[in-house]
């Protein structure tokens, strides 16, 4: 049987996630609580906003009780508990998990870097402990604040000490903007540390409240964007003409979008770069972005559609346990689906090997 490797699973962080954060910080640390409306909750002052643990554990709930709210002592114990996520991988066959932060991305928004820089490095060392259970079937992404590129570097060369597969970025940065040459040292770390760079949606600000037009729901559609935003700034801005070996990938985004999205990207090379701003490109833009940009789905099954117009070696699946938006308990079924039409190959690639030789698992 075809085993699974996730490119996209989750922590579900609790107060404990955060016990050992600077001094400094202790007495603003991520507290939880209880809303009898919204259920469990994490609140990090300053945030502007109180997380809702107990939306983000909905894995195996019907979507007709997601508005049911959980206690903390409700929500799924694989959420923390390696143990735990370790039997609910055995019941999927997936081989392991590659592990994002859940209350971590919102915390992203933060516009206090010390506060969040704290917040993060008590979060990497929690997570270090998690997966140290199972080493070759958790492999976390360490998170960064990079206040300075200086300091962005240590921070990449710590998260490399901590045994970390990859590093996560927020969406918005701390200075400047990611295709500013500012950024280039931490780059060249990246690369020669053989971190891949992370950016999962809906860590930066302008991914929440989009204005939309229509029904509330359309926000959860258009989280993408923000996602989309990057690649085009880093290809456009030329981050990869200067840094060919840097590798990005775009957490939790779909896939399917990819080969329109780079028509429009040589589109605009082609004709506009004469009379518009942009980067310092030799090759037309789809190349960058073949190369050096990867893509993680749950269930996007427009990706079989669109699979020759695509770099399938960047295409990776993930389950994104134990979001609700995952594929738990189903995830045998949906990958069977969503790779419909694949050669045996490709759907291999897809669902496991695209990871585990990123990874170098």
Not at 231 to 249: D, I, K, Y
Not at 280 to 286: A, K, V, W
């Amino acid at each position: 049987m075809q085993p699974l490797f996730s490119a996209d699973s989750h922590i579900n962080e609790n107060e404990e996630c955060y016990a050992e954060i600077d001094p400094a910080f202790r007495d603003r640390r991520p507290r939880e609580a209880y809303d009898p409306v919204e259920g469990a909750l994490l609140i990090v002052p300053g945030l502007g906003l109180d997380i809702p643990a107990s939306k983000l554990s909905r894995a195996g709930i019907a979507y007709e009780d997601w508005g049911r709210p959980q206690r903390w002592e409700d929500l799924h114990p694989a959420g923390r508990d390696p143990k735990a996520r370790l039997v609910i991988q055995d019941e999927e066959g997936v081989a392991g998990e590659v592990i994002y932060p859940s209350s971590g991305m919102v915390i992203c928004q933060h516009e206090d870097v010390d506060y969040k820089k704290a917040c993060f490095d008590a979060y990497n060392r929690w997570l270090e402990g998690f997966c140290e259970a199972a080493p070759k079937r958790l492999l976390g992404i360490g998170m960064a604040a990079i206040r300075t590129p200086d300091e962005g570097v240590r921070e990449l060369e710590q998260i490399k000490r901590a045994g970390f597969k990859g590093v996560m970025l927020c969406g918005a940065p701390a200075f400047e903007d990611y295709d500013h040459p500012s950024y280039d040292p931490v780059w060249e770390a990246a690369i020669d540390l053989g971190l891949p760079i992370h950016f999962h949606i809906l860590t930066a600000r302008d991914s929440y409240g989009m204005a939309v037009r229509g029904p509330q729901v359309i926000q959860q559609i258009v989280t993408i964007r923000g996602n989309q935003n990057i690649v085009l700034m880093m290809v456009l801005g030329g981050v990869f003409e200067r840094h060919p070996a840097l590798r990005v990938v775009m957490v939790e985004n779909d896939a399917g979008w990819i080969p329109h999205f780079c028509f429009r990207m040589d589109h605009a090379w082609e004709r506009h770069r004469w009379s518009m701003e942009i980067g310092n490109l030799q090759r037309p833009p789809s190349e960058y972005m073949n190369e050096c940009v990867y893509a993680t789905f749950q269930d996007d099954s427009s990706l079989r559609h669109v699979v020759d117009a695509v770099n399938i070696e960047r295409m990776m699946w993930a389950s994104d346990f134990p979001h609700g938006d995952g594929t738990y308990p189903r995830s045998r079924q949906i990958t069977d689906q969503l790779c419909a039409g694949m050669s045996a190959e490709q759907k291999s690639a897809v669902v496991y090997g695209n990871a585990m030789a990123l990874y170098g698992v």
